[in-house]
T-cell receptor
Framework: DAGITQSPRHKVTETGTPVTLRCHQTENHRYMYWYRQDPGHGLRLIHYSYGVKDTDKGEVSDGYSVSRSKTEDFLLTLESATSSQTSVYFC????????????FGPGTRLTVL | GIQVEQSPPDLILQEGANSTLRCNFSDSVNNLQWFHQNPWGQLINLFYIPSGTKQNGRLSATTVATERYSLLYISSSQTTDSGVYFCAVNRDDKIIFGKGTRLHILP
C-alpha cells in the first residue's frame, strides 16, 4: 500500500463551476501524477509534479491546472468544468526517479452536467 | 510520440485456461509496467519489468526491450482474474498507457 488517498471519491457538478480534486500521499515521494480514464482511451496523463512547486504538462493538460505547495498534496483544478471533463481521475506516485514504479490511488469519479 | 499497442482488445476464457497478453511499443523506453484494473476500478500493480522475465504465482511477464514488446502470461485462470490489463511505458518523464486488454473469465 503506497498510502495514496483521493478526495472526493465522487462528485457531480454543473458546467462552468470550478472543481478541485485532491491527492494526498503519506510517504514523502517526489513524483506525483494526475491521469484521466475514459472508455476507448485508457489512461492519459494530465499533469505531473517532480517536487514542491515543480510541475509539467502531460498529453491532455488543456482545461486543467495543478498545484503542489507541500510534498504530500497534489491538487488538480478544473477552472470552469465542461461536460468533456466527465471522467474518472486517478492520482499516482512514483517512489523514486520518474522511471521507477508507479502506484495508483483509488480514483475520483467526476460527472459534469 | 511513442505508441503502445495491446492485443487482443478482448478475451473470453473458461476458468482454468491459460492466456497470453501482448504489449508492443514503438520506441525505446526506460521501463514498463503491467497493471490489472479489477471490476471495481482499482489499479493493481502486477509487474515492473523493463527487461527480462519475472514470475508471481500464476502470473509471469517477459519484456524483450530490443524487440519492443512485452508479454503477460496468466495460467490456470480464475474468475478473479477478470478485468482490464494495461501495460504502461515510461520515456522522458512521460508515461504512456496502452488501451488495455479486457479479460473475462467464465466460471
Amino acid at each position: 500500500d503506497a498510502g495514496i488517498t483521493q478526495s472526493p471519491r465522487h462528485k457531480v457538478t454543473e458546467t462552468g463551476t470550478p472543481v478541485t480534486l485532491r491527492c494526498h500521499q503519506t510517504e514523502n515521494h517526489r513524483y506525483m501524477y494526475w491521469y484521466r480514464q475514459d472508455p476507448g482511451h485508457g489512461l492519459r496523463l494530465i499533469h505531473y509534479s517532480y517536487g514542491v512547486k515543480d510541475t509539467d504538462k502531460g498529453e491532455v493538460s488543456d482545461g486543467y491546472s495543478v498545484s503542489r505547495s507541500k510534498t504530500e498534496d497534489f491538487l488538480l483544478t478544473l477552472e470552469s468544468a465542461t461536460s468533456s471533463q466527465t471522467s474518472v481521475y486517478f492520482c499516482a506516485i512514483s517512489r523514486g526517479l520518474a522511471d521507477n514504479e508507479q502506484f495508483f490511488g483509488p480514483g475520483t469519479r467526476l460527472t459534469v452536467l | 510520440g511513442i505508441q503502445v499497442e495491446q492485443s487482443p482488445p478482448d478475451l473470453i476464457l473458461q476458468e482454468g485456461a491459460n492466456s497470453t497478453l501482448r504489449c508492443n511499443f514503438s520506441d525505446s523506453v526506460n521501463n514498463l509496467q503491467w497493471f490489472h484494473q479489477n471490476p471495481w476500478g482499482q489499479l493493481i500493480n502486477l509487474f515492473y519489468i523493463p527487461s527480462g522475465t519475472k514470475q508471481n504465482g500464476r502470473l509471469s511477464a517477459t519484456t524483450v526491450a530490443t524487440e519492443r514488446y512485452s508479454l503477460l502470461y496468466i495460467s490456470s485462470s480464475q474468475t478473479t482474474d477478470s478485468g482490464v490489463y494495461f501495460c504502461a511505458v515510461n520515456r522522458d518523464d512521460k508515461i504512456i498507457f496502452g488501451k488495455g486488454t479486457r479479460l473475462h473469465i467464465l466460471p
